[in-house]
C-alpha cells in the first residue's frame, strides 16, 4: 500500500461510528402511563394553616372548661381552709357546744359541735340535731358533718369500725363513745334515725349512744352513712 492512500478503519469502528449515531437520533421521551380506571381519585390537601385551624366554639368550650375546673379546685380548697380555720379557733375559744375528736382520724383532729343542721350551721363545725338528747345523757345524742367540702370533717366516717373511739368534750366532761355499728346506710329522710334508740321507734332508751351521720356518697345524695356508739366511759376534764 502507497503512502498516498487512506488507511481503512476497522469495521468494528464503522460500527460504532454507526450505532453512535443511531443513538444521538433516538428519541428517549418516556411515554406516559396509561390511567388506572380502578384507581380511586384523591382530593388536595388543604394548605398548612386552614388544617390546623381549630373552630372557635370548640376553643370556647375548651377554656371554659379549664376555667370551671381551677375555679372549682379553688373553692373547694378555700371553703376548706375558711372551715378549719374556724374549727381551729372554736376549739381554743372552748365556745363550742362540744368538741368531737376521734382517735382514728387523727391525733389533732378536732372539731367543734353547733346547734342545728343547716348549710350554715355546718360551715361552722358539726351540727347537733336539736331532736336529740345533748353528750352523755341516756338516749340519742345526734351529729351531722360534711362528707365534702367546708372543713369534710367527715370525709372518714365510712372508715371507723367498730371498737373505734368517738370522744365527746361538754360541760367540763369527757364522754368516750365505742363505735358499735359502723357504715350503715339509711335513707336520708328516715325519722327512725333520731329516735331515742336509734331505729327504734317507741323503745325507751336504756344506754347513752352516739349517732354520727353524712352523706353517702361525696355527692348530694339521698342517703346517709351513719355510725353509731354507745357510751363506755365519763370522766371530769
Known sequence: MSESESPTPPADALDASHDGESLAGEDFTAEPEASDPNATATAPSPPDGERRRIPV????????????VLGSVFTYAATNGIARSRYHAAVESG?????????????????PVVEGTSLAALR???GWYADTVGAGEVG????????????????????????????????GRRHTYRVEAADLTIARDSS????????GP?????RAVITLTTSATRLPSPNLTVVIGVLEDSTTL
Open 140 to 171: 340519742n345524742f345526734a351529729l351531722a358533718g360534711h362528707r365534702f367540702g367546708w372543713g369534710e370533717p367527715f370525709s372518714g366516717l365510712a372508715g371507723l369500725e367498730p371498737g373505734d373511739e368517738i370522744i365527746v368534750e361538754a360541760n
Open 57 to 68: 366554639g370548640v376553643v370556647v368550650v375548651l377554656v371554659l372548661s379549664v376555667l370551671l
Open 192 to 199: 327512725e334515725l333520731l329516735d331515742a334508740v336509734p331505729n
Open 95 to 111: 365556745e363550742a357546744i362540744a368538741i368531737v375528736r376521734v382517735p382514728r382520724f387523727g391525733d389533732d383532729w378536732a372539731v
Open 124 to 126: 361552722q363545725g358539726l
Open 202 to 206: 317507741g323503745l325507751v332508751p336504756t
